[in-house]
């Protein structure tokens, strides 16, 4: 098991938003990745835990052969871009853009006075040169709920053999998983165990801003718990 923690990570950011990047895959960022952040998982290549300043903007901007998944967790965020122009997002909500071939352009704009808080995650597509497209989301506030990959055959998300899940436990509850997975504290506080706490596993604790890469884990909350997980389809 490894742990990361965004609180030992540098601040940066740029325009109007100040991040933590935890994840920058050597398949992206190459000779401009920092030795100190975590490489991905399966397709998964990015995450940033951002804070908008007051009234602050990431600013126009494209993107191609990306999926771009936006988790709101405290504040709002309106949308503005070629897919979906003028979306209010509230916490708790996420939206997926699939840039494709077509490709897009996003603002992301904090309205209010106050500072926001939002995850941004990458994904490479499986398949390049498909369409632009544009998913939403709220996720249910007890356990999980997937707004990202799996197959071809449904379309409540964009497929793909990489899963990202949302995930709220409440004060006691566990989650078992299988195989491999990077999972980020969002909020709260929890136990984790490889080999889901065999008599073998040592037992960690892990807080919010807490970046876990594990094998066969059971996550136990010790507070009300708000993850994001990333594993890889079977």
């Known amino acids: 098991m490894k742990t990361l923690s965004r609180d030992a990570l ?26 100190e952040t975590s490489e991905g998982l399966g397709n998964m290549v990015y995450l940033a835990d951002a804070q908008y300043n007051p009234n602050g903007e990431s600013g126009m901007h494209p993107h191609n052969e990306i999926d771009v998944i936006s988790v709101i967790i405290e504040g709002r965020v309106s949308h503005e871009g070629s897919m979906e122009h003028g979306k209010d997002l509230f916490a708790g909500d996420v939206q997926v853009q699939r840039a494709g071939g077509e490709g897009f352009e996003h603002n992301e704009i904090n309205p209010d006075n106050n500072k926001n808080r939002m995850l941004q995650v990458w994904a490479l597509p499986e398949e390049k040169g498909q369409s632009a497209s544009y998913k939403s989301y709220t996720p249910k506030l007890a356990g999980v709920t997937r707004i990202y990959g799996g197959s071809k055959n449904q379309s409540e998300t ?77």
Request: glycine content about 8%.
């Open 158 to 234: 964009f497929d793909s053999h990489t899963l990202i899940d949302i995930v709220h436990l409440k004060v006691g509850e566990s989650i078992s998983l299988d195989g491999e997975q990077l999972s980020y504290v969002i909020t709260g506080e929890a136990t984790i165990s490889e080999h889901q706490n065999t008599d073998d596993s040592d037992i960690y604790h892990v807080k919010d801003g807490d970046l876990i890469r594990s094998q066969d884990a059971k996550i136990t909350a010790i507070n009300n718990l708000h993850l994001l997980v990333v594993s890889q389809q079977a």
């Open 10 to 35: 540098q601040l940066g950011g740029f325009a109007g938003i100040q991040e933590h990047r935890l994840v920058t895959d050597t398949r992206i960022f190459g000779s401009r990745k920092k030795p």
